[in-house]
């Protein structure tokens, strides 16, 4: 991991959260840089809305220190730390105009609560000046989130994309150091999710803030996001660009989440280098053929090739319009194991054969992955591929 020091907006070193015995974040140390787009990507129970949690305050760590900035932030509450967070679930009022939701943090961070009483807004001077300011910058908000023409209505009469960005809203009116967003798109249709991914990488070029986005949907994260951390088990497994998780994954775990499509792992057997063979076959070579190793090829870098070195019976065919499917029984092949299977994506006008055809797949070297079948580390040299 990068060490951050004050040019980082958030960081955490060597944090741990437990609950009694169960232990949800281990000895975890990352940084958020300012102006980024981060995401938090891992499946459910991970550890990442706990993350998301001790960011924003609302959670304390039981080991380990939260700073801002260079600065320890551990034990501030949310309201020092000029954090924004969005929702899953929005958390809009239903009482509340689209207006009155968005201007409610101005309202109690530069109102007091005498200055809030209905009579006082409306006669007193001061108060309605403040008032008037506050609901000036909710317009200009509203404007660039497209909700001009709502701010009269309640959330009940907006549909679900136009919640989410009147809690964007909301979050954005405060001018947050950072904008911590909880899984906000979740709840929309697949339609709706596209465009609103769109709309919030249009929103973090605008402000220029640093975006923290918490997903279980690797889409969401490669689509929008400068950096990924991938979680598992309660720690990052990987730090780094969309490209370089789903291109260079440091181990089978990362290989095996990230990507459209499951990454095949066909596992060698010892000695299984030697000329002849599969590893040979697809263009590789080992310093030392005693290595115990697992090879990951994705579906999409598979493809059909009279002479590959990959040879079986088709055993499933899943049509999937432009695309193919297809599950492959591999023969016996010198260095795998018996009954080995692969998945291939191939393009739909490629695909005359059906269930039971015989036929040869192949992949380019440099698409090719080697891990260390024991511990499934990446393994990084003595394999060479061919130009």
Request: charged content about 25%; proline content about 4%.
């Amino acid at each position: 991991m990068d060490d951050y020091g004050s040019e980082d907006v958030m960081g955490f070193q060597a944090v741990s959260r437990r609950f009694g015995s169960t232990e949800i974040l281990k000895d975890l140390t990352l940084s958020i840089s300012d102006g980024a787009f981060t995401a938090i990507l891992g499946p459910s129970g991970c550890g990442k809305s706990t993350t998301l949690r001790l960011m924003a305050g609302l959670d304390q760590p039981t080991e380990g220190s939260v700073t801002m900035f260079g600065r320890d932030v551990s034990e501030k509450r949310p309201a020092e730390r000029n954090i924004a967070m969005v929702f899953q679930s929005y958390a809009l009022y239903p009482h509340l105009s689209v207006a009155e939701n968005i201007a409610l943090p101005l309202l109690m961070r530069e109102t007091s609560a005498f200055q809030r009483l209905p009579l006082i807004s409306k006669f007193s001077t001061s108060s309605r000046s403040k008032r008037a300011g506050i609901f000036e910058r909710v317009k200009a908000i509203a404007e660039m989130l497209d909700l001009g023409d709502l701010l009269h209505r309640k959330p009940g009469q907006l549909s679900g994309g136009q919640q989410q960005r009147v809690a964007v809203g909301r979050a954005l009116v405060r001018d947050p150091t950072l904008f911590l967003l909880d899984e906000p798109l979740s709840n929309l249709d697949a339609k709706l999710r596209i465009q609103m991914r769109s709309e919030l990488s249009a929103l973090h070029r605008r402000t220029g803030r640093a975006f923290v986005y918490v997903t279980h949907d690797q889409t969401e994260a490669m689509g929008m996001a400068d950096r990924i951390l991938l979680m598992l088990d309660g720690r990052v497994i990987q730090d780094g660009t969309p490209r370089s998780l789903y291109e260079q994954p440091q181990n089978t775990k990362v290989a095996g989440f990230i990507g459209g499509h499951s990454m095949n792992f066909l596992v060698l057997q010892r000695g299984a280098t030697s000329a002849g063979g599969l590893f040979a076959g697809l263009g590789l070579s080992c310093s030392d053929p005693s290595m115990e190793m697992t090879l990951g090829i994705r579906p999409e870098h598979l493809d059909l090739d009279p002479d590959g070195p990959l040879y079986g019976k088709v055993e499933h065919v899943e049509y999937l319009g432009g695309e193919t499917m297809i599950e492959l029984l591999l023969d016996r092949q010198i260095g795998l194991e018996t009954g080995s299977k692969l998945r291939a994506l191939v393009s739909s006008a490629r695909v005359p054969f059906g269930l039971g055809d015989a036929i040869n797949l192949g992949c380019k070297p440099e698409l090719v992955h080697v891990f260390e079948s024991g511990s499934g580390e990446r393994i990084r040299t003595g394999i060479e591929k061919a130009a």
